[in-house]
C-alpha cells in the first residue's frame, strides 16, 4: 500500500529501454536507406548513411537523459526535413 507521498513504478526501466530499441531501430533503418540510396545516388545516399550515427547517438542521450528529449525530437525532425528536400531535389 503506498501512502499520498509515494509513487509506484510498476514498469520500472522498461519504457526507457524500448524506446532505446526504437532508437536503434530508426538508425539502423537510416543507415539501410542510405545503402540503397547510394546504389543510384551518391551524395543523398553518403548524407544518409553519415546522419544514422548521430541519430543512435542522440537516442543514447535521450536513454540517459530523459529530460533532453525535446532537443532530440527537434533533432530529428530537422534531419528528417533535410531528407525529404533531398528526395525532392533529386
Given amino acids: 500500500?503506498?501512502?499520498?507521498?509515494?509513487?509506484?513504478?510498476?514498469?520500472?526501466?522498461?519504457?526507457?529501454?524500448?524506446?532505446?530499441?526504437a532508437w536503434t531501430?530508426?538508425?539502423?533503418?537510416?543507415?539501410?536507406?542510405?545503402?540503397?540510396?547510394?546504389?543510384?545516388?551518391?551524395?543523398?545516399?553518403?548524407?544518409?548513411?553519415?546522419?544514422?550515427?548521430?541519430?543512435w547517438e542522440l537516442g543514447r542521450l535521450a536513454y540517459q537523459r530523459p529530460v533532453k528529449l525535446k532537443a532530440v525530437t527537434a533533432t530529428i525532425i530537422a534531419i528528417s526535413v533535410v531528407a525529404l528536400v533531398l528526395s525532392f531535389i533529386r
Fill in 25 to 55: 531501430r530508426t538508425a539502423i533503418s537510416f543507415a539501410a536507406v542510405g545503402g540503397v540510396v547510394l546504389k543510384k545516388e551518391l551524395i543523398p545516399g553518403l548524407i544518409l548513411l553519415s546522419v544514422s550515427p548521430a541519430i
Fill in 1 to 21: 500500500m503506498t501512502t499520498a507521498g509515494e509513487h509506484y513504478d510498476i514498469d520500472p526501466g522498461l519504457a526507457r529501454e524500448r524506446t532505446s530499441l
